[in-house]
């Protein structure tokens, strides 16, 4: 299931006879049916939880037609579109599948803030898990605004009553505190950037500064402030991801910031809206890395990065299983957000992008791939173009089959048709170049559970799943501390130990695995790392694997997978690694991935894996950066593959030659989008019908 969350708004799908804001899209059925929401989630946060359940964190007051306020109190509940005040709500839900009763009170949305709810009202909040399981709850506007200030910005801490600068935990751990991050970064701090770190203290990036954080203690470290004064929260919205943890760095993260905006601060406005006609200001390329918690005893630095190829704002990176990171949607010009008016444009007749702040919407995506040479790590060749705009409320999704499912876009007050960037009622799924391949990858044996440490577990990849040589598809696999045996069946049996026993690398919860042969992912099959409850995760230490066995005499009877022969050179040595890492996606990821072979286990925000260069455009070998004991044998530079193919195609396209712009890319099965015959997917239409951005039932 892919569970879809709207605003408040007046869609015409119904649902106990108000607009519906919640839907649920069956995978395999490509049916949707719309969900009962009680509050309010524009602008939620959210984050999963170790059980595999979802939850969702605030949003804004209950409104009417065209964003008024709720009818009934001060925002309390709106008699039209029968919507509550979701400012404290906490919505969870226990996700089910195509087998279960869809109807029944287990697979629907708990949303009941007389029973259930935070302590302080938040509207574009951060929401970040720890190590333990629970979920740090920062900031937030009280009832939105563009920005969170007023200007003059005589009172920083609260603005006036507008302003949220405390933070609380899920499940709660005591009184919200204030933090004085939120303080320092009055105005441009909504959705804070979050990433936890191993020794268990939160990097934090707002505005344009820079913060460790003890989530315990509620001590700042300092880090520098973002070169260029580019902002990346919203509304500049840049494309943020944690780069891959490896033996080699020690499992040190680094997080990698793309695009946003440098407009000057007196540009920004206040509450009510930006001083600047935003959409004539250029998004920013700039890409900028930097480690908080370096083990070399060295100061963290930001270190400029490859620039983008083109300035983006709203820009959503998605980390893929072949462990190279997409970087989709978004405009060139502006920044996320809507309003009627700037400070340089008075009347709502003289905007020119109606209520839009942003103008030139990017169709073609990119693929950036760290492993790369510096100066190289960008490009989108062969990578195929949308028409869709896909602006403020569009979102990306990694999906089981690693493609990329692309929704939603609305730049609007409320549904809005007939403008220039209109209410989006389309999905899309994006073919990365891997769908170019002509054999798709398998494995069995995956267990239901991972634990942090402990006893080993074996994957089983049968011959049909690979070509060429066995011993060189497995000497040149990248796995969780692994190692493997190649059979006389010419199947390969992979030692794979657990998840390293530090929970602050990968917070527990669900996960993803995919097996990925030659940069092809296999589907992937769901795990839950740790022991499904909040609180301290057991951890053992790692186990030791059996040593790699070799068979000279193996070979798979795969028909391919687009790429070039693997040199034998490298059947003659082992090799361990291991990767952890998270997409940013639906569901939260470790990784494991090899140059020809690997395991990659999605997970959201730690991004892990090691980077194979991207499929997109031509490459050579580049150095896997494990050391530190692991060896493996030589490959030849044209080990990996060469197509150059991607696609977009309408979710429930049958007929790939009609996509727009479509590429050569293979989309034949078992790699397609099989929905029924359709251009455009409404993902409120319950029967499953489309539904183009016009509104028009077909």
Not at 277 to 288: E, G, I, M, V
Not at 314 to 320: A, K, N, P
């Amino acid at each position: 299931m892919v569970y879809i969350l709207d605003k408040t708004e007046g869609n015409a799908a119904q649902i106990d006879g108000h607009p519906a804001w919640g839907a649920a899209w069956d995978v395999k059925t490509h049916t949707a049916q719309t969900m009962q929401i009680l509050t309010n989630t524009f602008c939620a946060s959210g984050m999963h939880l170790p059980n595999g359940s979802y939850a969702t964190f605030g949003g804004n007051s209950a409104i009417g037609p065209l964003g008024s306020t709720g009818n009934v109190g001060s925002g309390e509940y709106d008699t039209t579109y029968e919507d509550y005040d979701g400012r404290k709500s906490i919505r969870i839900l226990n996700p089910c599948t195509s087998a279960d009763d869809m109807s029944s009170a287990q697979c629907q949305w708990f949303d009941n803030a007389t029973v259930l709810s935070m302590q302080k009202e938040r509207w574009y909040s951060a929401a970040e898990a720890l190590g333990d399981g629970s979920i740090a709850l920062i900031g937030g506007f009280v009832s939105g605004g563009y920005i969170n200030r007023n200007t003059p910005n005589t009172d920083p801490e609260y603005e006036g009553g507008a302003a949220e600068p405390t933070y609380e935990f899920y499940p709660s751990k005591g009184a919200a505190t204030v933090m004085n991050f939120m303080i320092t970064t009055s105005g441009l701090n909504s959705y804070a950037h979050t990433y936890l770190m191993p020794s268990g203290n939160m990097l934090i990036q707002a505005n344009i500064s820079t913060i460790l954080w003890n989530p315990n203690t509620n001590v700042e470290t300092p880090l520098p402030n973002m070169p260029g004064g580019v902002a990346r929260v919203y509304p500049a919205s840049g494309a943020v991801a944690m780069l891959p943890l490896t033996p080699a760095n020690n499992y040190t993260p680094t997080v990698i910031f793309c695009g946003g905006s440098d407009m000057p601060d007196e540009y920004w406005g206040n509450y009510s809206y930006p001083n600047y006609n935003t959409w004539t200001y250029p998004a920013s390329k700039d890409c900028q890395r930097i480690t908080p918690e370096p083990t070399d005893g060295s100061s963290p630095v930001y270190v400029s990065d490859d620039d983008m190829l083109e300035g983006r704002t709203m820009g959503q990176f998605i980390i893929l299983p072949d462990g190279t990171l997409l970087v989709i949607n978004g405009a060139v010009n502006g920044t996320a957000g809507y309003a009627q008016a700037t400070g340089q444009t008075a009347l709502y007749g003289d905007m020119p992008y109606g209520e839009s702040l942003a103008s030139g919407p990017v169709g073609t995506p990119a693929i950036y791939n760290p492993n790369m040479p510096a100066g190289s790590r960008w490009s989108n060749a062969g990578l195929s173009n949308s028409n869709i705009a896909r602006l403020y409320h569009s979102s990306a999704l990694l999906m089981p089959d690693a493609s990329v499912m692309i929704a939603g876009s609305n730049p609007n007050i409320d549904v809005n048709l007939t403008t220039i960037f209109p209410t989006t009622y389309t999905a899309e799924i994006f073919y990365p170049p891997y769908f170019s391949a002509s054999t798709r990858p398998t494995f069995s044996g995956a267990p239901q559970t991972l634990s942090y440490g402990g006893s080993s577990f074996d994957l089983t990849v049968p011959s049909t799943a690979y070509s060429g040589s066995g011993n060189a598809a497995a000497a040149n696999t990248t796995v969780l501390n692994s190692t493997y045996t190649v059979n006389s069946n010419n199947s390969i049996t992979l030692h794979v130990a657990q998840v390293p026993p530090n929970p602050n690398l990968f917070t527990p919860g669900p996960a993803f695995v995919f097996v990925v042969i030659n940069g092809i992912p296999s589907n992937g099959t769901m795990v839950i790392v740790g022991n499904g409850q909040v609180g301290q995760q057991p951890t053992q230490d790692a186990t030791v694997l059996p040593a790699s066995v070799q068979n000279p005499s193996a070979s798979g009877s795969g028909s391919g997978s687009g790429s070039s022969s693997a040199s034998n050179s490298a059947s003659e040595s082992t090799h361990t690694g291991a990767i952890i890492g998270a997409v940013i996606g639906a569901i939260a990821v470790i990784g494991i991935l090899g140059a020809l072979f690997g395991i990659f286990v999605a997970r959201r925000r730690r991004a892990a894996s090691r980077q194979h260069p991207a499929a997109a455009y031509a490459m050579k070998t580049t150095g896997d950066g494990y050391g530190g004991g692991a060896s493996r044998g030589r490959a030849t530079d044209d080990r990996v593959r060469h197509s150059d193919s991607s696609a977009f195609v309408p979710l429930q396209q049958d007929n790939s030659s009609t996509a727009w712009n479509a590429s050569s890319a293979s989309l034949h099965s078992p790699y397609r989008d099989n929905g029924g015959d359709g251009a455009d997917y409404d993902p409120y239409n319950p029967d499953g019908g489309v539904q183009h951005s016009s509104g028009q039932r077909i």
